[in-house]
């Protein structure tokens, strides 16, 4: 009996540290010396982009938030923005007398560098640097793009506001007037991902491991940081469950669905046993922002929710076509969908 006792008790403790963890608010900081953001001088802070609409160019700062901020399409209804940034891009506040960019980039959370891409022209991110938190006993993944230089190594441990690179302009599309650094807040969507790269992507060479951008699903970073800042017990968990769903698929069950066993606040509460299949509520951005087991058995993902409304899917999110009754997932949606249960 008193070994049940303290067997029930370890338990208890176990389960008491786990529900501390998911609690676990988080601590962010900006990654430069730019922190316009938080005094809400927007232009101060995002790099502009160049735009091209009907021949008129113009340099919007809009265009270095996060989400659907870049390719304007006119519509009926007015212009929407059909492109999504995955990132913010900060502009630097200083520059040497050829104009390159002087600003330090640092990490925004104490963490552990996984990967560094040396090589600027083997990415459209140019040379970046991925570094793992962990939140409530669950991986996130910062990323900083188009740095000049970096200061660190993969298996480095940084602490929060340690040196990681200098920001540059490396990667395509990028000239030194438009210096910066793209910043990311990521999931990490499956660990077998360069098998899928290999079938999806044929002829095209994949040189960055699990930690290619296609493997790491961007949240909405500016707002976390704003939103922690006004409130320093927030949680990764709270904050994504207040994100919008905007579609749901059904995906058959798989050993490699791996979202439910590295983000268990997703699920609520795990079922008690393996599910025929789940149903993933998706934000705009193809986000994936919940789960719940469904008895609904299916051979490949079937879409089973789209948010009402009118305009044309494909221009409104990620991987969606049609429109109303006629929705329908595209093939990079598809393909977005088998990544998730790869191999199933």
Aim: aromatic share 10%.
């Amino acid at each position: 009996m008193r070994s049940k006792v303290r067997a029930f008790a370890l338990l208890f403790l176990a389960l008491c540290a786990l529900a501390r963890a998911e609690d676990a608010p988080i601590n962010l900081v900006l990654p430069t010396d730019n922190t316009a953001l938080l005094r809400g001088k927007k232009a101060d802070f995002y790099q502009v982009i160049e735009r091209n609409l009907h021949g008129v160019i113009s340099y919007p700062w809009q265009g270095g938030q996060y989400g659907f901020v870049r390719d304007p399409v006119e519509t009926a209804a007015g212009p929407v923005y059909t492109r999504f940034h995955e990132g913010m891009d900060i502009r630097p506040m200083r520059r040497d007398a050829r104009g390159e960019p002087l600003d330090e980039v640092r990490a925004m959370a104490d963490g552990k560098v996984v990967y560094t891409n040396l090589a600027a022209g083997a990415s459209n991110y140019g040379r970046y640097v991925v570094v793992e938190h962990r939140w409530g006993g669950s991986p996130y993944y910062s990323l900083y793009a188009h740095l000049s230089t970096t200061a660190v190594t993969a298996g480095q441990g940084v602490k929060q506001g340690e040196k990681l690179a200098i920001m540059g302009h490396t990667g395509s599309g990028i000239n030194r007037e438009r210096s910066h650094v793209h910043v990311e807040l990521n999931l990490l969507l499956n660990d077998h991902f360069e098998a899928w790269h290999d079938i999806f992507f044929k002829g095209q060479p994949n040189r960055h491991g699990i930690y290619n951008g296609l493997n790491l699903a961007g949240l909405d970073l500016p707002r976390l940081i704003l939103a922690a800042r006004g409130n320093p017990s927030l949680t990764l968990p709270a904050f994504l469950g207040r994100e919008e769903v905007f579609y749901k698929v059904i995906l058959p069950d798989s050993p490699n669905f791996q979202l439910p066993r590295r983000y268990p606040w997703m699920t609520g509460a795990a079922p008690n046993e393996r599910p025929v299949s789940w149903e993933v509520s998706f934000s705009r951005s193809s986000l994936p922002l919940r789960l719940a087991p469904s008895n609904r058995a299916v051979s490949a993902a079937e879409l089973s929710y789209v948010k009402p409304g009118s305009g044309n899917l494909r221009n409104l999110t990620r991987h969606l076509a049609g429109r109303g009754s006629s929705a329908r997932l595209t093939d990079s949606g598809k393909a977005y969908m088998r990544l998730l249960t790869f191999p199933d």
